[in-house]
């Protein structure tokens, strides 16, 4: 019969694998092999993932989709979900106020800063920082910023390139609790009274 024959297994001459009975072109006819393990295992593996993962994302909702993710973290951060920018003026904004950060600022300060505004802030080449009066800002905006620009044609390089930015926002959080400390010798103030 018809139907029989073409069930019936041919084979290629030379390398004796499986040829397909019906698809033929050009008398190239195409191979009929199995295919290899690893990639019927694969195929496998992949039905299972897809499966676990709507069942996981879309049927219990166990996990967060990862934009809802991102928003988590944003507001974790302290920050908006309208963008990283909001995150990192508002972290500029707040001056560190836990001990470990304030020790990492003063020994920041005696290493980089003290040769010009003294162990106290009370001022010699730079300004005194513990006064209420200042050239750049009383803010730890200010501050914060003040050391990372410098003011280089008065003497104060600006710190970007020595300190990371942890390590300035250190510096400057320590610099801010200088402020209203009474040391030996202050050097009288310079600037603008702060409000
Ligand atoms: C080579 C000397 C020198 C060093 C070192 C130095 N400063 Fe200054 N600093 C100055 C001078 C000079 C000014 C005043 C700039 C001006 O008149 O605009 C100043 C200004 C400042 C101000 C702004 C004061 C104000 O009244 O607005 C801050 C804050 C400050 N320095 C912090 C630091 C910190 C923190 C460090 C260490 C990371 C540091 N400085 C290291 C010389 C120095």
Redesign the pocket.
């Known amino acids: 019969m018809e139907i029989n024959q073409s069930k019936t297994v041919e084979k290629d001459e030379l390398t004796g694998d499986k040829l397909l009975s019906d698809h033929e072109y050009d008398n190239i006819r195409e191979l009929d092999n199995n295919l290899p393990k690893w990639w019927v295992w694969m195929f496998i593996i992949t039905i299972v993932w897809s499966v676990a993962y709507i069942f996981v994302y879309d049927v219990i909702k166990a996990a967060p989709y990862q934009q809802d993710e991102w928003k988590n973290e944003m507001a974790a951060a302290g920050g908006s979900s309208s963008g990283q920018s909001a995150a990192v003026s508002a972290a500029d904004t707040i001056a560190l106020v836990d001990q470990p950060s304030l020790d990492a600022g003063k020994e920041?300060?005696i290493k980089?800063?003290k040769?010009?505004?003294l162990d106290g802030g009370q001022g010699l080449?730079?300004?005194n920082?513990t006064d209420n009066?200042?050239?750049?800002?009383c803010a730890y905006s200010?501050?914060l910023n003040?050391?990372r620009v410098g003011?280089p044609e008065?003497?104060?390089?600006s710190?970007k390139t020595q300190?990371s930015d942890d390590q300035?926002k250190k510096?400057?959080s320590?610099?801010m609790t200088l402020k209203g400390t009474t040391p030996p010798n202050p050097k009288a103030p310079?600037?603008e009274p702060c409000k």
């Open positions: 920041i300060w980089q800063c040769v010009c505004h080449v730079g300004p920082l009066f200042s050239i750049h800002g200010n501050v003040i050391i003011a008065k003497g104060m390089i710190w300190l300035m510096v400057a320590f610099v310079q600037g």
